[in-house]
């Protein structure tokens, strides 16, 4: 698996697109760079397919990536007519509105209507599209389709939906040179597809950033941002589902419950004595039931119940729509329950836990560590985030490292406020995102309460995590 995985898997979705492009901005990369490269990239394709090229161009980026090529084929000496069917002033990009003064400098035609060309350059809609193609970009994509020319898409056909290729009117392109990495709407039209590298460093895609807290937006009824159930405790350890559940309740969730055997003062939180199975005098089903729950962290310091509280929360999952996060004591009962989770559930093993979920020993050799993780998800069908100096998290075929964090962040809690912090993120986003979104702000945090305390405890974690969400919108 480790041998061919493209990091983010292979098929990049509107929302991975855009947290690689912010990652790479982040580290010093800019969109001007990539546009440049993207329009350089598609001209090196375009100029052997015929001498005269029509380039329609919308008002988004990917206008942008046409307006390069333009520039770049009139330097390589080809006819170039540009229609640019919008006004300056609808322009919102300001590396797109730049392009267009290059362009007007650099030998190319500007036209008014739709122009006979050996080649039609498809620089309208790209993963900015929202729904059916609108006029005048609806009249240029049917003349388009109508004409008889060599047809290039950049980045994807106009009128197609990037994440599921739906398309009632799309630009019928020959060609598709596609930015970085395939959208998972080209699947079917691979046989066409280029794929054009434009300067985004690899270091993007393969480390978390700040592009990984795209979040989907926050729902706006009480309970549409998860109602969570912390499950742990035990007489040995009673802070660890407390740490779990504030730091849920901070990261957003909308109600959290702690079911365990001890009560902590947290006015935001609501106490379930649990003792064994029992949830005051209900079972642990039905309690789960009654308090409506949707996301259940189950783990944290429960000590010698694990296994029979693993067990029936696996059962009660298996038959309602609940996601999971299984951390700590679940995660050494978990092989021998040796339930498949169906990918509703986060697990969150350091590498002792890692190694007693795969039933060998493991080193901390970043290759190895990336193997584990995707081994992990593979056998229990869940995502992962090993966590350690350089996490990983992993889901089916995806995986990405991250480095944020710090040797602070070895005192004991931390882990528990992380799992308590992807409870929360799984209330309204799905496995993948909130592992990554998780394993990156945690770690920020860590840094940022050491800079400024001097320490990163658990409870500094909880107060900063929700700042570190909020950084990116
Ligand atoms: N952001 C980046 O870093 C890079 C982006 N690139 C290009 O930029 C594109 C994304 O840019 P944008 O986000 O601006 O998106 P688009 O280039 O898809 O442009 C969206 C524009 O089209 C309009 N529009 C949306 N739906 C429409 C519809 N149904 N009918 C008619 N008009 C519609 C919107 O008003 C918006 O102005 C990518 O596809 C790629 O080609 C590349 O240049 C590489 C770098
Ligand atoms: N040495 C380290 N360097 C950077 N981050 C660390 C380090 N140790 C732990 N972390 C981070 O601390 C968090 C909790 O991990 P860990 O301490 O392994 O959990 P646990 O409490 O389960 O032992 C994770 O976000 C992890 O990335
Ligand atoms: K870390």
Known sequence: MLNNARFRGEFYDVREMRAVELNSASLGFSEELMMENAGAWVAKVARSKGESFLILVGKGGKGGDGLVAARHLALMGAEVMVLFPYKECEIKKETTKKN???AKMSGVRFVKEFTEADVIIDAL????????????????????????????????????????????????????????????????????VIVAEIGIPKRADQYLGPGDLLLRPRGIRKGSNGRVAVIGGSKRYQGAPWISALAAFRAGADLVYVYTPTRMDFPELIWRKRTGTRVEE????????KD?????????????????????????????????????????VLPEIGEKLGWKA?????????????????????KERMEAAFDISDSFEACVILKGPIDVVACK??????????????????????????????????????????????????????????????????????KVLHSVK
């Open 292 to 332: 409506r729950i949707n996301v259940i962290v189950v783990g944290p310091g429960l000590a010698e119940e694990a296994l029979e509280i693993t067990k029936e929360v696996l059962e009660y999952a298996k038959e309602k729509d609940v996601s999971l996060v299984l951390d700590a004591d679940s995660l050494k």
């Open 346 to 366: 986060v697990l969150t093993p350091h590498l002792g836990e890692a190694s007693k979920l795969l039933g060998r020993s493991l080193t901390d050799s970043p």
């Open 125 to 192: 809609l790209g993963t900015g599209v929202k729904g059916m193609p609108r006029s005048p970009a609806k009249e240029l994509i049917e003349q388009s389709n109508d004409f008889n020319a060599f047809k290039i898409a950049i980045d994807l056909p106009s009128g197609m939906d990037p994440d599921t290729g739906e398309c009632e009117l799309c630009f019928e392109a020959d060609l598709i040179v596609t930015m970085h990495a395939p959208k998972p709407g080209l699947k079917n039209l691979m046989d066409k």
């Open 397 to 466: 075929d995806k995986l990405v490292l991250n480095t944020t964090g710090n040797e602070y962040m070895t005192v004991g809690g931390t882990g528990d406020a992380l799992s308590g912090v992807v409870g929360a993120l799984l209330g309204r986003d799905e496995p993948w995102w909130a592992a990554k979104a998780t394993t990156y702000a945690v770690g920020k945090s860590g840094e940022i309460c050491v800079e400024e305390r001097g320490h990163a405890s658990p409870t500094c974690l909880i107060e900063t995590v929700p």
């Open 282 to 289: 209900m079972s642990l089903k039905e309690a789960l039931e």
């Open 100 to 102: 267009l003064e290059r």
